[in-house]
């Protein structure tokens, strides 16, 4: 199968890569430009995108466990 999503995927993914993550960290102007694709092709997995980046604190001082897309720096799927 070689259709849009599988070169996607083998672009980013490195076969030493020691976690469950479908690709490297994406940045965010490439995810930005290909969001409608990218969208589509992780709901038809069952994935999630995760952002990648610093993470503020909230409000009671506690560190975020997850990265805000407008703090990102890039994006990793998993499947």
């Known amino acids: 199968m070689n259709d849009q999503y599988?070169?996607?995927i083998e672009y980013f993914r490195t076969d030493n890569q020691n976690n469950g993550a479908l690709?490297?960290?994406i940045p965010m102007d490439v995810?930005?430009?290909d969001e409608k694709n990218i969208r589509k092709?992780?709901?038809e997995i069952g994935g999630r995108v995760y952002f990648?980046?610093?993470r503020r604190a909230t409000?009671?001082?506690n560190?975020?466990?997850n990265t805000r897309r407008c703090d990102a720096k890039g994006v990793?799927?998993?499947a």
Do not use: C, D, E
């Open 23 to 25: 690709t490297q960290v």
């Open 59 to 61: 409000r009671n001082g």
């Open 76 to 78: 990793v799927i998993y």
């Open 52 to 54: 990648r980046g610093p």
């Open 31 to 33: 995810f930005n430009s």
């Open 41 to 43: 092709f992780v709901k």
């Open 6 to 8: 599988t070169t996607y």
């Open 63 to 65: 560190p975020a466990t």
